[in-house]
């Protein structure tokens, strides 16, 4: 089995940073996948960037291109989402994903959540 859980949302006023970071314990070995996703109220489930763990190949939304970034420490076996120049439209409860197949764009269906934290950009 694998665990996922999220930190690091808040409250940040527009043009702020924030980085948030998806610790995965459990068979990590076996992943072959992992992502970050937000929901925003009123909105379907969106993937924000995910990458692939074997080639490293990564997504990003055209939303969060050029602001946000996706990266990994293997020795803490945590991921980061580092959000940069942060806009009201980003503010969403934001979710890691991990998955032991690939995914292409960050769709499909990913086996493993994380609770979710709330990200809000407000001044």
């Known amino acids: 089995q694998v665990q996922v859980v999220e930190s690091g949302g808040g409250l940040v006023q527009p043009g702020g940073t924030l980085r948030l970071s998806c610790e995965i314990s459990?068979?990590?070995?076996?992943?072959?996948?992992i992502g970050w996703f937000r929901r925003a109220p009123g909105k379907d489930r969106e993937g924000v960037s995910c990458?692939?763990?074997?080639?490293?190949?990564?997504y990003y939304a055209d939303s969060v291109q050029g602001r946000f970034t996706i990266s990994r420490d293997n020795a803490k076996n945590t991921v980061y989402l580092q959000m940069n120049s942060l806009k009201p439209e980003d503010t969403a409860v934001y979710y890691c994903a991990a998955d032991t197949a690939t995914h292409n764009r960050c769709v499909g269906f990913w086996s493993f959540w994380g609770q979710g934290t709330q990200v809000t950009v407000s001044s």
């Open positions: 459990g068979f990590t070995s076996d992943l072959d996948a």
């Open positions: 990458f692939n763990v074997d080639d490293g190949r990564t």
